[in-house]
């Protein structure tokens, strides 16, 4: 299974990125998908995760704000982030995992300047 993840960049506080993540190796129709950040100093966390039927959760510090999605056809999950606040400044790395192992993608700078 291999995740590549995109979209990160500096951005304005207030503004949007979408982040992209194409996974390959995988069916990726039965997979749960997530997106997880971690910020210097702070452990990795989840940020939003959907379901291979739909179902999507939220930390509480994006709702409202940030929209997980997918498309089977490209085998990509999308981080939507609006709003976004100087918070939100980490490396964002997509997610899945098979029983017992994890498979990361290499993680996306994403900077919010205030």
């Known amino acids: 299974v291999q995740l590549q993840a995109s979209g990160g960049g500096l951005v304005q506080a207030g503004g949007s990125l979408r982040l992209p993540c194409a996974a390959s190796?995988?069916?990726?129709?039965?997979?749960?998908m997530g997106w997880y950040r971690q910020a210097p100093g702070n452990k990795r966390e989840l940020v939003a995760s959907?379901?291979?039927?739909?179902?999507?959760n939220y930390a509480d510090s994006v709702k409202g704000r940030f929209t997980i999605s997918r498309d089977n056809a490209k085998n990509t999950v999308y981080l939507q982030m609006n709003s976004l606040k100087p918070e939100d400044t980490a490396v964002y790395f997509c997610h899945t995992a098979r029983g017992v192992i994890d498979y990361w993608g290499q993680g996306t700078q994403v900077t919010v300047s205030s």
């Open positions: 959907i379901s291979s039927g739909g179902r999507t």
């Open positions: 190796g995988t069916t990726f129709t039965i997979d749960d």
